[in-house]
C-alpha cells in the first residue's frame, strides 16, 4: 500500500519560512520523481516544484528562489524549504510522486500566510 504522509503546515507572517516534509512507504522512492503540488481555494492545483530520481529540479516561476526541494533516498523523504513566504502562498500542498502511469497522492497539509 503507498503512502505519503505530509507535515510541516501551518500558519506564518509574510516574510516567514515554513518546512515541509513528505514520508513515502509503499514505492520503490528512489525511482520516482517527486513533487509538491498545491491548491488555494478557487484554483486549479498547480506544481510547485518536483525534483526527479536523478536530482533534477523544476520550480514554479512564482516560487523560484524562495523555495528549494530536496530528496533524501535513504530515508524515503522530500522536503519542501519555504522562504520569503507571501500571503499568495496560502494553499493546501499535495505531496506527489510519479513514475510511468504511477501517480500518487498524499492527503494535504494547509499554509497560511497573513499579511
Known amino acids: 500500500q503507498v503512502q505519503l504522509v505530509e507535515s510541516g503546515g501551518g500558519l506564518v507572517q509574510a516574510g516567514g519560512s515554513l518546512r515541509l516534509s513528505c514520508a513515502a512507504s509503499?514505492?520503490?522512492?528512489?525511482?520516482?520523481?517527486m513533487g509538491w503540488y498545491r491548491q488555494a481555494p478557487g484554483k486549479q492545483r498547480e506544481l510547485v516544484a518536483h525534483?526527479?530520481?536523478?536530482?533534477?529540479?523544476t520550480y514554479a516561476d512564482s516560487v523560484k528562489g524562495r523555495f528549494t526541494i530536496s530528496r533524501d533516498n535513504a530515508e524515503n523523504k522530500i522536503v519542501l524549504q519555504m522562504n520569503s513566504l507571501k500571503p499568495e502562498d496560502t494553499a493546501v500542498y499535495y505531496c506527489?510522486?510519479?513514475?510511468?502511469?504511477?501517480?500518487?497522492w498524499g492527503q494535504g497539509t494547509q499554509v497560511s500566510v497573513s499579511s
Open positions: 525534483i526527479t530520481s536523478g536530482g533534477d529540479t
Open positions: 506527489n510522486a510519479a513514475r510511468w502511469r504511477d501517480r500518487y
Open positions: 509503499g514505492i520503490i522512492f528512489s525511482s520516482y520523481t
